[in-house]
């Protein structure tokens, strides 16, 4: 069947990494490239892996399932990461990512984002080594930090009102302190008031993300555009060096890409120094944003945005958007660079 791919595993190891290099691959062929299901030819994996497919699989609301049985096995040909070779109707696919020195995922999760599904530092770590990626950069939710979960997901949450039981900040700065090596942030949320909810602790700013998560609720289209440039300009008189994916809050909040916003967002970027994160969690950037974003001089970064390990060092997509706006040739000069010391995970051990 057409929408039907192949992957040809030699020894899996269902305790380690590989389950979810596998995952990954269902998700990248659901999304771009309409397969219905994914066959591994091996006759049965633990009932723990499946589940952990199947609930990430529908938690994403994917339409692909994951089965095992008897796949044609080319020769010579097996799997191996970080090359990670699929064999379908049409040929082979790889979602390893090309040759780039010092490449940088700047957006990561940990187990304490309320949206984290099983996010680990160590195995995050290791699944990005795996993958090529040079250094990793993980950012927690600034307001999931000191606002509950309940207060947080309904956009009630400010800054002004933080309670001191409610702040979960000394559970990140022991978790760092407990965690691998590498470049620790925080992905600032800005609250209705445009308080941007930041924390001062040296452990927690590494780098800084800043992120527009919510809209005023009752607000018309135009006055939910307003409301987004407030935001911004908040986020931007903080400090950020990253502005984590652009215009999202829009398109989740299913509204159409204010195209008119990308002018002015990217003359905010380009003069404050701030680049746009390419980022395909629940998104997909906007082109048009993009080349224009480069031609006023502006920045871009990559960030896998991971609340799932299978995310962790997913750069394909990203890698694959710049190649199709012809810009993956500059990325050495377009590519936001941090001055921080930063962790080589390709040379860390296993």
Same mark, same amino acid.
């Given at each position: 069947?057409?929408?039907?791919?192949?992957?040809?595993? &030699?020894?899996?190891?269902?305790? /380690?990494?590989?389950?979810?290099?596998?995952?990954?691959?269902?998700?990248?062929?659901?999304?771009?490239?309409?397969?219905?299901?994914?066959?591994?030819?091996?006759?049965?994996?633990?009932?723990?892996?499946?589940?952990?497919?199947? @609930?990430?699989? /529908?938690?994403?609301?994917?339409?692909?399932?994951?089965?095992?049985?008897?796949?044609?096995?080319?020769?010579? =040909?097996?799997?191996?990461?970080?090359?990670?070779?699929?064999?379908?109707?049409?040929?082979?696919?790889?979602?390893?990512?090309? &040759?780039?020195?010092?490449?940088?995922? !700047?957006?990561?999760?940990?187990?304490?984002?309320?949206?984290? *599904? @099983?996010?680990?530092?160590?195995?995050?770590? =290791?699944?990005?080594?795996?993958?090529?990626?040079?250094?990793?950069?993980?950012?927690?939710?600034?307001?999931?930090?000191?606002?509950?979960?309940?207060?947080?997901?309904?956009?009630?949450?400010?800054?002004?009102? #933080?309670?001191?039981?409610?702040?979960?900040?000394? =559970?990140?700065? *022991?978790?760092?302190?407990?965690?691998?090596?590498?470049?620790?942030?925080? *992905?600032?949320?800005?609250?209705?008031?445009?308080?941007?909810?930041?924390?001062?602790?040296?452990?927690? @700013? /590494?780098y800084r993300i800043g992120a527009v998560h919510f809209l005023g609720k009752d607000l018309d289209f135009a006055g939910?555009?307003?409301?987004?440039?407030? #935001?911004?300009d908040a986020l931007l008189s903080g400090g950020i060096d990253i502005l984590a994916h652009p215009f999202r809050v829009?398109?989740? /909040?299913?509204?159409?890409?204010?195209?008119?916003?990308?002018?002015?967002?990217?003359?905010?970027?380009?003069?404050?120094?701030?680049?746009?994160?390419?980022?395909?969690?629940?998104?997909?950037?906007?082109?048009?944003?993009?080349?224009?974003?480069?031609?006023?001089?502006?920045?871009?970064?990559?960030?896998?945005?991971?609340? @799932?390990?299978?995310?962790?060092g997913y750069l394909r997509p990203h890698y694959e958007f710049c190649r199709e706006l012809g810009i993956a040739g500059?990325?050495?000069?377009?590519? !936001? #660079?941090?001055?921080? *010391?930063?962790?080589?995970?390709?040379?860390?051990?296993?």
């Open positions: 069947m057409p929408n039907i791919a192949a992957l040809h595993l &030699e020894r899996p190891d269902w305790n /380690g990494v590989l389950p979810f290099f596998i995952l990954r691959a269902a998700h990248y062929l659901e999304e771009f490239h309409g397969m219905a299901e994914l066959t591994l030819d091996c006759a049965e994996v633990p009932a723990a892996v499946q589940t952990l497919w199947d @609930n990430s699989l /529908g938690l994403m609301k994917r339409k692909i399932s994951i089965r095992c049985g008897v796949t044609p096995k080319p020769e010579h =040909q097996v799997f191996r990461a970080p090359d990670f070779l699929m064999y379908t109707p049409s040929g082979s696919l790889s979602l390893g990512i090309p &040759e780039f020195p010092d490449l940088t995922d !700047f957006h990561l999760h940990t187990r304490l984002a309320y949206c984290s *599904e @099983n996010m680990d530092v160590a195995a995050a770590l =290791q699944m990005e080594r795996l993958s090529g990626v040079s250094h990793v950069n993980f950012a927690e939710h600034s307001g999931q930090l000191y606002a509950p979960g309940e207060i947080y997901w309904s956009n009630r949450f400010l800054w002004k009102d #933080r309670l001191p039981f409610a702040d979960r900040t000394p =559970q990140y700065e *022991e978790l760092i302190r407990r965690s691998p090596a590498a470049l620790y942030g925080l *992905e600032l949320d800005v609250d209705a008031d445009a308080a941007v909810a930041d924390f001062r602790s040296p452990l927690l @700013n /590494g939910k555009k307003a409301d987004f440039l407030r #935001r911004l829009f398109r989740k /909040g299913g509204l159409p890409v204010p195209e008119d916003l990308f002018r002015p967002v990217a003359e905010r970027l380009t003069a404050a120094k701030v680049a746009a994160e390419i980022n395909f969690h629940t998104n997909r950037p906007h082109p048009e944003f993009v080349e224009l974003l480069l031609k006023k001089g502006g920045m871009i970064s990559f960030g896998t945005d991971s609340h @799932n390990l299978y995310e962790a500059r990325l050495d000069e377009i590519l !936001f #660079r941090h001055t921080s *010391e930063r962790t080589d995970v390709s040379k860390s051990k296993r």
